[in-house]
């Protein structure tokens, strides 16, 4: 079979959809490299490896990402408690530019001049993974197959074509009884969405959530653990004599607590980057405990205006910026800049109970010195003088008095005139 | 005795220090009349009365703002999702400003010079209550006695001296065993602060929590509710075959639906308005159930883009604002007149679960058409043309690209350069 | 010829472009209408009719929009400040919308199943329009010439493919020496891009400039106006014995007074919404005058907080949305609701000197009294306590004292330690 | 005299109110340090040493901060085009730091205990300086004479009072002819306010401006200069033969080409820190020339969305820190640390026109290559694919459409129910 078009290197699951994507890609000519990054999913890789080369890969490459996922996006994403719509903790978001990162990197490496993946035309990862091609290496040509005028066949009576096509292709195929749902799982969480959740009325089937307890069935004996935070990042997990310190170990010692303890899940409809919207459930178990932990912190331990400035701006943007796929970007560059002056001084112990899908803050410490028990104190004056209070609201409401006096003598304000100061419902 | 000072409106709570402050009041040549709100707290507002009578008091006036304070402020903080710090409800903050209209309307029909409250010179409450009084009526004078020089000594060593000034007054005590922190109670939520509490280390203990059955003691069996919104707002709860329409009965239902199931304690540390950090604990029953509910419900009907919007300054500045005690002002005046147009579509009905402090969104619904199930589906087409994201990903990607061939250029980037792109811990 | 495509209704401009596309039209099988629209610019309508009908249209439409150009698009973005990229005032992107909603009425009214445009491929315009007419009637068929690619080679050596196309379909040219750019102008603006201005370093010809003398030209005596605002809308332009008040009078007798005195120049280079940057050079002469006088009478009549929350989010969000073409969308809806509330108090006159370019203010007065002589003042107390500000500063600085205790602690600051307070070029 | 009160360091300015200041510290039993920062204002030095030596002062301290002022405050100010309400440049603001920093470091070098100024209890200074005093050195104790409660009298009835008291104390009295308005200047810029300015219509008389000429008197013929900038920051100004390099140098040239040309006056209602409204006069001559330029650079070479998220947040941040005194706050340095990554690509050279009050931008160029002429092009496709674009809008167009059938089904819009997406004026 000629490869005149040239050597791609193709994001490859080992799933049915990615062997049909290489089988294709040879069928037009391409010499194939297949990718895998282990990001922390449950996977059988050498199966993959072995599945990968029978379809026809010339090569097949399995890079150990999981260090820099933590280090190097999930780090950041816990510093400025990202979450996307409220809701959704970003961790399909967060593994793209990390896979996409070492594709480049072997793309480079191997000299291909295509990249490939299996990602639909209406979801969001197409755009984060081609983003952050474009953004690591602007002059790479992607295949995107499903966007593919001639694939939309396939595309359109989607898991009988493909079935067909692999047994066409002599593709090995194990689905055994499908799941009626699409997911996809690394260290930091798991996805579920189409199939039947795409009914936003209907309730996930209890055996769909993989990852986690349900909080029913989560022990009924809560579990007490304490997180200690510099700068930020969560530096030493203390589970009763257990002790982790180095980051993938906290994350992994993280999501199995709150996987026992049913902690994390997630449903939500939520906007897709195309102006889409989608159903997505999630199960985030130590994304979750470590942002009711740093939140925490945060409130002892960061200045009010810094959090108030970090919340609107940096949380917000942050989020946007990896739910879009911008991370290779001059906007991520600058945003995440400001990231270190804000936790300075992030510096502290946050002790927490598990229990049935609570994650219950029940004490926090911290040597900064920004709470001060005295100052803060009801009971005594602690060098404060309640005179300077009086100076403080007098000033405040110089301003508010001449729009009250205005309001009073445009006869729009006053104790009556409603309609200027209350609300309509 | 003289009452040559003039008239006082007292904000009144039956407590030991209001009853001080009334003696105290009068002593200085006020004559004083005393004001009760009922706003949901648990009150014996006709023993409050006779003590206020007894103490000195001219008049007593008891007025019920239970309603105003569910449409006028509870309603839009609901709308606009509302939350100081990303954990606080804002429940004090919001009984103030209805608490201080009630009372400037009193002052205004009774000719009432002055009015004073009991609030400490430390706290949040003072700054709410006055800028609330400036606010509608600004030439008002305040009487805060807690602020006064000479009330110092009191101040100092709190509740030992008021005891003594209450016997010396001949007040009457009913302190049986005072609890070690001060609550503040209404339709929303109690708070817990001061005394045990200023320790951030230190767990609430358990028989502080006064609304909420704990999640371990909350039954085992979950119980499912749906909420029906309107432009935003709850209009009807439906548990089984019980319905709630009623702006106060949908809200005393969700608070005794959520108090059974242990849903909406905290315990936070937050930034007082006066820049002092503040040990907080809160009960907010059933405002915890609506805000899950109402973002689960924008996520289906909400745009994008306004909630993106919303999100960044209606929120965040209304929090600040409630907070802040800037209710009566013109920033109040302008961030609230935004809120009708987000709210405009935001009508459906979500399904949750009630179960051991957990508020779990089953599905939702909605007629307003902006969820699309063919548009958003994996499985088909629906109108959609793949190739439109091949355009959309490649206008996108035009100023990224131009980034990273300045990078590149200036050597600043590519795959290797981690400094650019990787974030440093 | 067959018609069996369908009726387009196409905006027509009278040039060679749109007659040309005119043709095409009708070559390809539509039935076609022209519309105009006239929103101020300098244009011999008959005779685009003329040659509208001579090249082929069977009917054409021309609308006077001049009206609701200024008060529904010009006013909200005179009252919010909208300014794109600190300099330029959107007087394209705000007769887009007007333009826009005029063809979808006359399409509606006329059973077109078509619009089409004369728009480029890369420019801001072809997804003002389309956006604005999906956002109006979403079931529209939009066709746009220039981005079939049947028409590239047209595209790619423009000017001369036209005028051989147009020869060929013996469409009447009247080119006497094009002009080496581009211009739009209406009412509020001309602008001037592409030619010889592609070259950013290009100071642009003299004899460009159409509307406003150049500074150096402009008379050397000054002139004295003055502008009354309403609600934050100018109500009153007087000159002298001249007194305007018709909002279309107002905006043209300010356009008269700048373009004499040589005000309402710029030269950019500006992002476009897909991310090219692109060199414009602009003319906006009662614009200008306006833009400074209504932020001067606001620094009179609006208060602090709600001119600072106004300008963070509705000034620069109203900009991106005009910008990008997003006027008939959900988020117009919400940012310009918030608009009326932030005007309420803006009224007053503003006096002006013209001269040579400069609009410099004189002197501005307001009945309003937000603005305190006596309390403004330096040289009385005015009520003012200045007591009040020890305890102001005393309060603001609490935490800035924490913060500075810490630094202090850790070795982080103190007067020396450079590198945290000190920025480093 | 005694002097048990302790040594205090003064912020004198050789003029009647610190001198008279600085004997009624003697006279209250302090003993006095003079300190006076030279940032860049016209002063006889050598006379104000003598002078507060004459009156009493034990030592006396000139610090050249100049280069200090430009390169830690105004360079970071440039960067960030940090401008208040959208028309002060923040030139005194600027200044207060770099002094309180100059202040503090004596004192603690000096051994004083207290530090004092002449600040007026209703402005913006006293507020900067002793926040400013608390951010460096938070055990500091401030004396503001003019809140002190017996200092009143001296207050109310200002001059005249002072005059008594320096006759009184043997301080030497040089006013010749006060001018009716009071002044603070620096390398900067000078300020104008107080006395007769305090009516918001009086036009401030021709001879109050002193740095620069009046555009009507300004040269005739125009001036061309250019201004290359590196990082953001201003590294040469060639004008003619004369190149700067040197920062200081840098702003001096601009200073005298501004001055020379008429640019930089200004004339404004401000809204001070507490909440007074308050009208002031400025020439800031560099300075706006710096602006001008800066933003232009930026339009060439800095991304849409760096410049976007840096407008809304940074700019206007950074000039609500400077305004209020916020220097030395954990804002402060939160903010700043995203200024480098925002400025990385700012290189290049802009061309300017200097004429009668006008900066004209006439041209730009960089080497950074975000701008790019063949894709900008109309004339050309450069690489362009304009059916992306198609893609681009379709895709835009999703979640506008079906907010635009939601209102169609719902009756509220189409072309005419204008109450929906018509602005009511």
Redesign the interface.
């Given at each position: 079979m000629s490869e005149a078009k040239g050597r791609v290197l193709l994001a490859y699951s080992g799933g049915l959809d990615t062997s049909c994507i290489l089988a294709w890609l040879i069928e037009q000519g391409y010499e194939v490299y297949a990718f895998m990054a282990d990001v922390g999913q449950e996977e059988d890789f050498e199966a993959a490896r072995k599945k990968a080369l029978a379809v026809g890969a010339k090569k097949f490459f399995l890079e150990d990402l999981k260090r820099e996922f933590v280090?190097?996006?999930i780090?950041?994403a816990v510093q400025a408690?990202a979450i996307y719509?409220?809701?959704y903790l970003l961790g399909t978001s967060l593994a793209r530019p990390v896979i996409a990162?070492g594709m480049?990197?072997i793309a480079?490496k191997e000299g291909c001049d295509f990249v490939s993946h299996g990602c639909?035309?209406?979801?969001n990862d197409?755009?984060r993974f081609?983003?952050a091609f474009?953004?690591?290496?602007?002059d790479i040509k992607v295949v995107?197959p499903?966007?593919i005028?001639g694939m939309?066949p396939l595309?359109?009576s989607?898991?009988f074509a493909l079935l067909t096509y692999a047994a066409e292709k002599q593709i090995p195929v194990q689905q055994t009884a499908a799941k009626p749902w699409?997911t996809d799982e690394n260290l930091f969480h798991i996805s579920y969405?189409?199939?039947i959740l795409?009914?936003?009325?209907?309730?996930p089937p209890a055996d769909m959530w993989k990852l986690t307890a349900s909080?029913?069935e989560a022990p009924t004996t809560?579990q007490k653990i304490s997180i200690e935070f510099k700068?930020g990042?969560p530096v030493k997990v203390t589970d009763g004599s257990n002790v982790y310190t180095d980051p993938v170990d906290v994350f992994l010692a993280l999501n199995a607590l709150a996987r026992k303890h049913g902690i994390g899940?997630i449903?939500?409809?939520?906007?897709r980057f195309?102006?889409?919207?989608?159903?997505g459930c999630y199960e985030s178990p130590a994304a979750t405990i470590l942002r009711v932990a740093h939140?925490?912190i945060e409130?002892?331990t960061l200045?009010?205006?810094?959090?108030?400035?970090?919340?609107?701006?940096v949380t917000?943007?942050l989020a946007?910026i990896l739910y879009n796929g911008?991370?290779?970007?001059?906007?991520?560059?600058?945003?995440?800049?400001?990231?270190?002056?804000?936790q300075?001084?992030v510096n502290g112990v946050v002790?927490l109970k598990l229990?049935?899908?609570?994650v219950?803050?029940?004490?926090?410490?911290s040597d900064?010195?920004?709470?001060?028990?005295k100052?803060?104190?009801?009971?005594?004056?602690g060098g404060?003088?309640?005179?300077?209070?009086?100076?403080?609201?007098?000033?405040?409401?110089?301003?508010?008095?001449?729009?009250?006096?205005?309001n009073?003598?445009k006869g729009e304000?006053?104790?009556?005139p409603k309609d200027?100061?209350?609300?309509?419902?």
């Open positions: 280090t190097d996006l780090y950041p408690n719509e409220n809701v990162r480049i990197a480079d639909t035309g209406k979801g197409q755009v081609e983003l474009y953004g690591l290496k602007p995107a499903w966007r005028p939309f595309f359109s989607y898991e699409s969405e189409a199939g795409e009914d936003p009325d209907t309730t909080p029913e809560p700068a990042l899940r449903d939500i409809v939520e906007n195309i102006g889409v919207k989608s159903r939140m925490d409130g002892l200045d009010r205006n810094v959090r108030a400035l970090r919340d609107q701006f917000i943007e946007r911008h991370w290779f970007t001059p906007e991520r560059e600058f945003v995440v800049s400001s990231i270190p002056a804000s300075r001084t002790r229990y049935k899908g609570n219950i803050v029940e004490g926090r410490s900064e010195g920004l709470y001060d028990e100052q803060s104190s009801m009971d005594e004056l404060f003088e309640p005179t300077d209070t009086t100076g403080f609201i007098q000033i405040e409401s110089i301003r508010i008095k001449k729009w009250a006096q205005a009073i003598r304000a006053g104790v009556e200027v100061y209350r609300v309509r419902v």
